[in-house]
Nanobody
Framework: QLQLVESGGGLVQPGGSLRLSCAAS????????IGWFRQAPGKEREGVSC????????NYADSVKGRFTISRDSAKNTVYLQMNSLKPEDTAVYYC???????????????????WGQGTQVTVSS
């Protein structure tokens, strides 16, 4: 079974940057669309970004467009979420998720994904 491990979270001041990583062992991520989601206390899990298995297509939530960038490195079997210009409202637990999906699309809803990581905390505060 595919196992995903997120890393890179932490405490950062407003305006700062973090890079989250989503790594897999044993199985290659090359055939999986990957999504990043976040969940703040008392709120529903929301989609942040996703990238197709080919890496040729990506989507972003309106709230992070222009600030976050998703990418994937096949050689490292890792997907990244570069987060710049962070705001307090970006504070949440961030999860990556995977689903086998060929082609140039990626699902946007949590229920469309089959495998999830354990999450990494991102706190944006001064």
């Amino acid at each position: 079974q595919l196992q995903l491990v997120e890393s890179g979270g932490g405490l950062v001041q407003p305006g700062g940057s973090l890079r989250l990583s989503c790594a897999a062992s044993v199985f290659t991520l090359d055939y999986y669309a990957i999504g990043w989601f976040r969940q703040a206390p008392g709120k529903e899990r929301e989609g942040v970004s996703c990238i197709s298995s080919s890496g040729g297509s990506a989507n972003y939530a309106d709230s992070v467009k222009g600030r976050f960038t998703i990418s994937r490195d096949s050689a490292k079997n890792t997907v990244y979420l570069q987060m710049n210009s962070l705001k307090p409202e970006d504070t949440a637990v961030y999860y990556c998720a995977a689903r086998i999906m060929y082609g140039s699309t990626c699902p946007k809803a949590p229920h469309e994904y089959d495998y999830w990581g354990q999450g990494t905390q991102v706190t944006v505060s001064s």
